[in-house]
């Protein structure tokens, strides 16, 4: 057995590890971990936390017995750990319980991975940490992390779709136990479970098969795509060859030819898109200002109808000031990258918009994940934050969908502004699928529950209900024009069209004089959703034009799709990763444009479909 040394050596090697094992219990930065940092007054550890930290550095260093819970500083712990020793003695490395073989290796490989994947310092992964609500770490961070780990160990790609862990520590026991199976040899992870009729993969599968061709995983997923579409399964991009309206025209490109199709994949809420008033104040604006200005809004990308759509946008939504951005996609990406730093923490949804998910990683700040509509598990992330980052600086924003896209639900508002308050954190609500459907007047969440003021920042895209395309974020004057100067996807790229702000600005104009569209939104959300929920569907618990008939097997979600199809309706087929694996659903949008007779057309077709692929029992 190797000794340490005896002398300073022995002290700086075993704090090094004692830090080490702080950090992952508490997510803090290492750097954060002062030597005489007290545990409880300047860093928040309580008693189970730091029984925790005792029990870990005991099994780090081979220590008999219990380490004494007395200790209140990293110095007093490491002087412990030394005594316990009784110097000179074993290093960490080789007093340390042995494992299965190879277990620290898988360990090292899945804390190198997590490293890579979130972006993280190690000292902010938690081995014992949960993925979602601690880590941040969503199914497709995930799913990148399990099969770099995997490459890493030699695994098969295959064990990508069958972990089931919650945390590194678990990760890592479920990977050592494939790579070391009873008889040997190494797991094939998923070998059998392929039905020999039926391709079983998903677009999971493909999204991290390794090559050193970069485009081999193109030429995978698009044998699999390929056959998809030759079932009739996958009919995603099929171009419209009319207006999109209660009814359209679509070219039925595996078919060649041109079908009509009862239309409920529209988010055209409010039939603004085919409004003559909108049509004209396009086509006007384009005939005065050209097609673009091919710059972005500081450099010549900027007009007077742009800044009459911010100060229209501001007003219909009854706050201060507006920002505009190209898309809805790219005022997630800005505002959240623009607030949100490293020292920050974002805390989310667990069913937010991939752009708000995406907004979170360009951030590089601290995220955190909330079960859906959870706000016991909000205010336990928020406690527990609050607890963890006391002194550290940064701040907190709390971000969620108002209507959220594949559900149709609608976030608790009055409860995230109630925690937010509590906890200090600011509050950014994505109207999205609200604008135009939620309110008395149209104006989205906070009007709804009547908390127009409270919340910090709403934004929404214009390609739904306003009928146009872009992004924006309403909120106080100073914020907005931060965000200005601080929002890369603002700065940096080109605005919209002026015909298109021309045909916004139309579009708010048509929403305040014709309240009446809205009210027969509502009338037709209610008919097609009693009727479908008369019928047995599952339709979750969506209060919005979004209503999801949920099937959760993909084959039978898929099957259902292409049968309602057959019978000339088209809404969308939304299957991973649009939604989880096992959660796939039909996606029904509901606008005021459809007339009774669609509606109940529609709910027949359902019926017979839901019937003919065994999504609904046959009737005796």
Partial sequence: MTHLMDGPQDTVRIHRKVVEIVAERTLYDEAHLLPDSHFEGDLGIDSVTLESILVSVGEQFG?????????????????????????????????????????DAVLEAVIAGAVRQ?????????????????????SVILTSLVAEAARELGLPETVVGTVTAKTLRGLAAELAALRTPADGRPAAAGDGARDGAWDGRSMKDFTELRDPDLFAKA???????????EERLYWYGMPLVSRCENRAVIYDELEGREREFLMFASNNYLGLANHPRVVDAVCDATRTYGSTHTGSRFIGGTNMLHKELERRLAAFKRRPAAIVYPGGYAANLGAISGLVKSYDTLVVDKLNHMSIVDGGRLSGGIRRIYRHNDMEDLEQVLRRGAERGAGAGGGTLIVADGVFSMHGDICDLP???????TYGARVMI???????????RGSGTAEHFGLKGEVDLELGTMSKSLAGMGGFVVGEE??????????NSYVFAANIPAGIAAGLIASIDVIESEPERLKRLWANITTLRDGLRKAGFDLERTESAILPIVIGDERKAMEMGRAVRARGLFCQTVVYPGVPLGDARLRVSVTCEHTPQDLELATGIFIESATETGVLPRSA
């Fill in 63 to 103: 220590i008999a017995g219990r380490l004494p819970g007395d200790v209140t500083t990293i110095r007093e712990l490491v002087a412990r750990v030394e005594a316990a020793l009784g110097l000179p003695s074993a290093t960490a490395e080789e007093a340390a319980p042995a494992g299965p073989e190879g277990t």
């Fill in 118 to 138: 979130t972006q993280y310092q190690r000292g902010r992964l938690a081995l014992d940490a949960d993925f979602e609500s601690e880590l941040g770490i969503d």
């Fill in 219 to 229: 030429r995978g997923f698009g044998t699999y795509r390929r056959g998809r579409e």
């Fill in 415 to 421: 409860e995230i502004v109630r925690l937010a308050k």
């Fill in 430 to 440: 994505d109207d999205a699928h609200a604008t135009g459907v939620l309110g008395t």
């Fill in 478 to 487: 100073e914020v907005v024009e931060y965000l200005r100067y601080y929002s």
